[in-house]
């Protein structure tokens, strides 16, 4: 986001296991953009420890889950549209399923280990990130109202 201030750099959230157009649609427009562009994708490394049966193999449904419970979210903003006078935040995600949040976090190794070694302060934690997830999407949506006319 801290990109986007600047007015002149394509920036896009995306990932493809989520949605292929939308990534697809990234990825040109940060093309076509006549300056720099930033596209960050969400994929999962080894690290993240999936639990799904597959492991690795299932990163692109990995992908789709961190959308669907608002772990992560869609979006691109493009300064092109500025010239035009539209908007240029785009918010591509639907309204998370944010009651999946937790049983995202607890199909990752990495969540887990938390869990285990701070049971105390495991579940405090994950609420923690699943509200500033909440307010990150307010955010991204506050975006899409804004008004860009001159």
């Known amino acids: 986001m801290i990109a986007t201030t600047y007015g002149y750099v394509y920036v896009a959230q995306i990932a493809m296991g989520a949605d292929h157009a939308q990534t697809l649609k990234a990825i040109r427009e ?3 953009w006549h300056g720099p562009s930033i596209v960050i994708a969400y994929a999962p490394c080894i690290n993240h420890g999936l639990k799904a049966k597959g492991g690795m193999g299932k990163s692109q449904a990995e992908e789709k889950k961190a959308v669907e419970c608002g772990y992560w979210h869609l979006w691109r903003f493009n300064p092109a549209l500025i010239e035009e006078g539209k908007n240029p935040f785009s918010l591509d995600s639907k309204e998370p399923q944010w009651d ?4 995202f976090l607890m199909g990752e190794v990495r969540y887990l280990s938390v869990k285990k070694a701070y049971p105390n302060e495991a579940e405090e ?3 923690e990130a699943q509200r500033m997830a909440q307010l990150r999407y307010k955010s991204y949506v506050r975006k899409t109202q804004e008004d860009w006319t001159e």
Do not use: I, R, T
């Open 125 to 127: 934690l994950f609420a």
């Open 30 to 32: 940060a093309e076509a």
């Open 100 to 103: 999946k949040f937790h049983d």
